[in-house]
């Protein structure tokens, strides 16, 4: 009598060759596609393989399915690790994912992101560090961690701080979604592409410099809503606090009202070292971007609130996370400056 063996797992990334293309396709497409550190430990050894392949003139990054590029790593996966105390995934993960977003950073081949519907945190880490990001009118695109009790990692205080005024900080911040012409505005994508396009632009980019082939397929995605309320971002995020930040959106009418509302109801530690985060590494190099970011993560693992706002949005669903502190009135400046101290060991390293 036979047993039947248990069927292989799926790939959760697959790689191909198509002509000068490599091409990389993240394939969890019921769970959004969102990162696991095996597909991290797959890419990365992918990556640097392909950037000595001569045959290998470009890299190609898309998302399985219709609905999303990358909706972000997979924090269920990490808050089940941290809460069981024992395992070193809350450690792992985000060491590696840094190292990925790094490597896709200083690639020195064209490296181009498609960006068809969903692109959130993890998901930027994987496009926004490379050379060429084209959205369709179907993506939107969000740093969102605030409301689970994090902060924009991945390099977010790398891109974000490079956004227009303090875009960055308004994005990064709120946690905002924003689509086409607006992602293109905030720096965070190159080109415009309708979705049914794509599949002629991955032909052309097999044969043809990347260059050239944006440039065939590229439109105007129209005028981005961001640039009208430039001056008031402009305004409203100046302040050098996020209780300073609250007060002026309050004054900025109906708009500001609404985000002085939202902003209320996010993590008070979420938000004060975010805010933190892009005053220390305001125009650094990625690589401390990543460093101090890897620190503030490993803070936050050994912390309250990241753990409270996986439990209230992705476990329980209630969406009512009782925040610790509670206010940001309530929250030590000095208890975040601390959170970028330098960890008593395992700090974030590179290899090339």
Wanted: with cysteine; charged share 25%.
């Amino acid at each position: 009598m036979h047993s039947k063996s248990a069927a292989p797992a799926a790939p959760e990334i697959v790689f191909e060759r198509r002509g000068r293309l490599g091409v990389v396709t993240l394939d969890r497409p019921k769970a959004l596609n969102a990162l696991t550190l095996g597909m991290i430990r797959e890419l990365d050894p992918m990556l640097r393989q392909w950037a000595h392949d001569h045959g290998v003139q470009a890299v190609v990054i898309r998302g399985a399915g219709e609905k999303a590029f990358c909706a972000g790593g997979d924090v269920r996966a990490v808050y089940e690790a941290g809460r069981r105390g024992t395992d070193v995934l809350t450690y792992e993960f985000f060491f590696e994912e840094y190292r990925l977003n790094r490597r896709i950073n200083r690639f020195t081949k064209p490296y181009i992101a498609l960006l068809d519907g969903i692109a959130m945190g993890g998901g930027l880490g994987l496009s926004v560090h490379g050379r060429y990001r084209v959205v369709t009118e179907r993506a939107t695109v969000a740093m969102p961690e605030s409301a689970i009790g994090l902060f924009p990692d991945v390099g977010g205080s790398w891109f974000l701080d490079r956004a227009p005024g303090k875009v960055g900080a308004y994005l990064g911040l709120t946690g905002a979604r924003v689509k086409g012409a607006d992602i293109i505005y905030a720096g965070l994508a190159t080109h415009y592409v309708p979705s049914a396009d794509l599949p002629a632009l991955l032909e052309a980019l097999s044969h043809t410099p990347p260059e050239a082939a944006l440039h065939r397929f590229a439109q105007d995605p129209g005028p981005a809503p961001l640039a009208a309320h430039r001056a008031q971002i402009d305004r409203a995020f100046a302040p050098p606090t996020a209780s300073g930040i609250i007060a002026a959106l309050g004054k900025e009418g109906a708009w500001g009202q609404a985000l002085a509302a939202d902003l209320a109801k996010k993590s008070p530690t979420s938000l004060c070292a975010t805010l933190r985060l892009l005053q220390r590494h305001h125009r650094h190099e990625i690589e401390d971007c990543l460093k101090g970011e890897f620190r503030l993560v490993q803070r936050f693992m050994a912390g309250h609130d990241f753990y409270e706002g996986i439990r209230a949005v992705l476990i329980d669903k209630d969406h009512a996370p009782k925040w610790n502190p509670a206010s940001i009135e309530a929250v030590d400046p000095a208890a975040i400056d601390a959170m970028f101290e330098p960890l008593e060991s395992g700090e974030l390293t590179f290899e090339d």
